[in-house]
């Protein structure tokens, strides 16, 4: 397993789960990130996930990284799953989103042969399929739904966020979803189109398809990944 300065293996922090790669912005801006914000954490790879039970055994919470597809997708959601059922504190951005949907609607709707196009771009009804207009090197305005947890965090509206992604959740799926408890809370203000989710009656269960650790590239923390450090703190 992988471990940095700020944590050791056998130390609480938050587990950033994922296949770490210096040349991919948001892993070492998730590194300054919480660095900035005094957290400890350490990287799980995604094939060490294994028993998440024990992987994420000393884990304050679990951030899903930016960077799919994942070295192993089952590792992804298994971390995804163990934070969602255990009420541990969950981010999960750009990719991380993604694969929080997709796990949704595997363990909660029971549809175990749901699939993500980057992964299988011949399945018929994939719950994360390519967006209409590529996200890569983006920035944008998201409009947050009135009384959700986003909205609560961050106001009506964020004006400049930053994204690094091709692709996201798949119209066809958002009503089955929503019957899970999922609630989608971020939108494209032009579009329409869904950029946040979060899980209603969990303490923290967020995704977002921008990536707010880029906000530390040119100013302090995004005030999201804060409260998802205060509440690994259990300062919710």
Not at 1 to 8: N, V
Not at 45 to 54: C, E, K, L
Not at 140 to 161: K, M, N, P, T
Not at 192 to 219: D, K, N, W, Y
């Amino acid at each position: 397993m992988a471990t940095t300065p700020s944590a050791t293996s056998e130390s609480a922090a938050i587990a950033l789960v994922g296949d770490r790669d210096a040349t991919v912005t948001a892993h070492p801006a998730i590194e300054r990130t919480l660095d900035a914000l005094g957290a400890a954490w350490r990287w799980l790879p995604t094939p060490a996930v294994g028993d998440p039970t024990v992987s994420l055994a000393h884990a304050t919470g679990v951030w899903v990284v930016p960077a799919s597809p994942y070295r192993s997708l089952e590792g992804a959601l298994a971390a995804i799953r163990c934070a969602r059922v255990s009420g541990r504190p969950l981010l999960g951005t750009c990719g991380g989103f993604q694969h929080l949907l997709l796990e949704c609607a595997r363990n909660v709707l029971g549809e175990t042969t749901a699939a993500h196009a980057e992964y299988d771009p011949a399945t018929p009804d994939p719950v994360c399929t390519a967006l209409p207009c590529s996200l890569v090197e983006v920035r944008g305005a998201v409009r947050f739904v009135a009384g959700s947890r986003l909205q609560a965090l961050l106001g009506e509206r964020c004006e400049d966020v930053g994204y690094h992604c091709r692709f996201g959740l798949s119209p066809a799926w958002r009503t089955r979803l929503e019957t899970t408890g999922l609630v989608f809370s971020g939108f494209d203000p032009v579009t329409g189109e869904v950029r946040a989710a979060e899980f209603s009656g969990h303490p923290f269960c967020v995704g977002t398809l921008f990536q707010p650790e880029r906000a530390i590239l040119h100013g302090p923390p995004h005030p999201l990944v804060a409260a998802f450090v205060r509440a690994t703190r259990g300062n919710l």
